[in-house]
Structure formats: structure tokens, C-alpha cells
């Protein structure tokens, strides 16, 4: 009996050799996407005084002491602690609540496949001034006008939030399928009830996590607007730090990180649920 020789291997089709073939325009592309990169790095180097960097590890008495001090935690005020970072997750809760009751009607205003073009630009463009200036600007503006407090930490979360939240819900908006509603507009239906009933049910999921995700976001901002007098943890950490209280800085720290931790953990299994 003869033996039957090998089949040979099926030549590549030429589909196959094109993705094989080096893309050099793709390339040519990422090597001038890093070479622009590493020259604003360049640039930017001595404007940014990273070329003093060296100055971290000098004092180094100072420094260790104040590490020392940071690794012996002290919770003799954990009630005082945990009494701030509950206000300041109120805080943020009050100001997620209040940038969703007013940035939902807001977000249908700019969306440009509910409302006219000379209703959306401008509503983007007031979304695109709340979310461009930092709740820390918002906080100081309004210590000034209503005092220190927690008051003042609400209201800056609000009118930041209010941007960014708007936006979210708008895009939400904007990619929802469009049979449903025309399906309720054939039935004689208003324009209301096309986005209460077509509308909204779609986007419902999607909002809810939007949602969650900018209070767990706002629970870290607001324990820093404290900082600037506007409530919450943050101011009881600056007066720690400013008196050289390591230690108490330290645990205050601790209670920010743990109660962020749980509230992210909670967020999240909350999230998967709704989307």
C-alpha cells in the first residue's frame, strides 16, 4: 500500500493576509498621538515646577514625624467623626436629590430629539456653565452669601450637579428607540403623554443608576467642601490638619474612606440591579 502524502495547508485567504500586513498608517497614527503627548509633557515640565520634585523628600524630620503620626490613628473624637460624615453624606444626598427633581425637565429640554434646536442650545449651554465651574467655586460663593454650614455644601452639590446630571439624562434621551413612541403618538396621544408614557418608562433604568453613581460621587466632594466652611467632615479634618493633629487626621481619614467604601459597595450591587 502507498501512502497518501499530507494534504498541504489551504493557502490564507487574501482577508486573512490583509489583517496579517502591518497597518503602517495606524502606526504612523499612535506614534504621533505619544509624540504630541511628550511634547505637552516637555512643555509643560518646568511650568509645573516638576523639576523641583526633589523638594518631597527634603525636610525629612518633618516629614517622618508627620508619617508617624498618620500610622497611630487617634479615635477618642469617633463620635464627633462619625456625627460629621453623617452630615456630610446628607449633604450629598440633599444635593443629588434636588440637581435630579430640577435636572430631569432640564435633560428633556436638551435633548434634541424632544425638543426644538433653539430650546437645546441654550440648555446645553447653560448644562455645559454649571458642570464646567468646580462645587469647591460653587461652596465659597455661597458661604459668602448664606454663611457657614452645611446649607452652603447642599447648594454648591446642587448647581454643579445640575450640569452634569442633565447631561446624563439628555444622552440617556437621545439614544432611546423611537417606535414605542410613535407607536403612542398613532393613538392621538399629546406630546406630554408621548414622553410620559414612551419616554420615560425607557429611560427609567438607566437615570435610577445615573443617579446612584453621582451620590456616591458627591459623598467624596463633599466630605472636601468642609474645607472652605460649607459643612461636613471636611471642615473637622482642616482644623485637625492645621493644628499638626496627625493623628486625629488620621482617623478622620479612616471614617472618610470606610463610609465612601460602603456607600460605593452599596451603589454599585444597586446599579447592576437597575441596568
Do not use: C
Amino acid at each position: 500500500m502507498h501512502a497518501h502524502p499530507a494534504p498541504s495547508a489551504a493557502a490564507p485567504s487574501p482577508a486573512v493576509l490583509a489583517a496579517l500586513r502591518p497597518q503602517w498608517s495606524s502606526l504612523l497614527g499612535t506614534a504621533l498621538v505619544l509624540g504630541v503627548i511628550a511634547l505637552l509633557l516637555g512643555l509643560s515640565w518646568y511650568p509645573t515646577e516638576m523639576n523641583n520634585w526633589t523638594r518631597l523628600f527634603q525636610g525629612n524630620d518633618f516629614l517622618s514625624s508627620m508619617v508617624a503620626q498618620f500610622l497611630a490613628p487617634d479615635f477618642s473624637n469617633l463620635p464627633l467623626y462619625i456625627r460629621k460624615m453623617i452630615e456630610t453624606v446628607q449633604i450629598a444626598l440633599w444635593g443629588t436629590v434636588l440637581a435630579i427633581i430640577f435636572g430631569a425637565p432640564l435633560a428633556l429640554l436638551a435633548s434634541s430629539n424632544i425638543a426644538p434646536a433653539w430650546v437645546v442650545f441654550p440648555m446645553r449651554r447653560l448644562m455645559d456653565a454649571s458642570r464646567a465651574i468646580n462645587d469647591l467655586v460653587f461652596a465659597v460663593l455661597f458661604v459668602a452669601v448664606v454663611g457657614l454650614g452645611p446649607l452652603p455644601g447642599v447648594l454648591a452639590i446642587f448647581v454643579h450637579n445640575l450640569g452634569i446630571v442633565s447631561k446624563l439624562f439628555s444622552e440617556a434621551v437621545e439614544a432611546i428607540d423611537h417606535r414605542p413612541v410613535e407607536g403612542i403618538r398613532t393613538t392621538g396621544a399629546t406630546r406630554l403623554q408621548e414622553i410620559v408614557y414612551g419616554v420615560i418608562p425607557q429611560v427609567i433604568p438607566l437615570w435610577s443608576s445615573f443617579s446612584l453613581y453621582r451620590f456616591e460621587t458627591n459623598v467624596r466632594s463633599a466630605t472636601v467642601l468642609g474645607i472652605v466652611g460649607a459643612g461636613g467632615i471636611g471642615f473637622t479634618f482642616n482644623e485637625a490638619f492645621k493644628g499638626f493633629r496627625f493623628e486625629e487626621a488620621s482617623a478622620i481619614i479612616i471614617v472618610m474612606v470606610v463610609t465612601v467604601s460602603v456607600i460605593d459597595m452599596i451603589s454599585s450591587r444597586l446599579r447592576k440591579l437597575l441596568v
